[in-house]
């Protein structure tokens, strides 16, 4: 079972750079992890931008399930992440989360999506997101797989 995450543009936060790969490698332990990290659209246009950068995203997907991290998403708290995660551990298929860009993505990626996700009704920087996720991925995992996590 492979857990993908793909996502444009660098991680410009070096304190959120450090805690992405950190989790990244914690969730390792369990999961084989692929990170995909597209390069950022060079348009300045906000519209251009989003569609250079979902048109990517989808070709990097291809035929793929993916779960999108979008702020209009559904609210899982880290229990019920851990219950949605398992299912899909369970089920044997990869999973596949996408992680829109500065912007947002356009509304294909998101009616293209198995299912939304959102980490809060917060917006927060794509930095600070990955962050975030990738915690409370490592969080669910270790609650799925019944090991107590550290606070």
């Known amino acids: ?55 990517r995203l989808l070709k990097c997907v291809g035929n793929e399930k993916y779960i999108l991290l979008d702020v209009e998403g559904k609210e899982l708290d880290t229990y019920d992440f851990s219950n949605f995660l ?34 809060s009704k917060m917006t927060f920087t794509h930095s600070i997101t990955l962050m975030i996720f990738t915690e409370q991925l490592y969080r669910a995992i270790k609650i799925f797989s019944g090991h107590p996590y550290d606070h």
């Open 1 to 55: 079972m492979k857990i993908k995450i793909i996502y444009p543009a660098k991680i410009k936060n070096s304190f959120a750079k450090a805690a992405f790969d950190e989790y990244v490698k914690r969730c390792k332990r369990f999961y084989k992890i692929e990170v995909v990290n597209l390069s950022a659209s060079h348009f300045k246009d906000k519209i251009r931008c989003v569609e250079e950068e979902s048109r």
């Open 86 to 119: 398992g299912k899909h551990i369970d089920s044997g298929r990869d999973l596949t989360f996408v992680v829109g860009g500065v912007f947002g993505v356009s509304n294909e990626v998101k009616r293209s999506a198995d299912f939304s996700l959102s980490l």
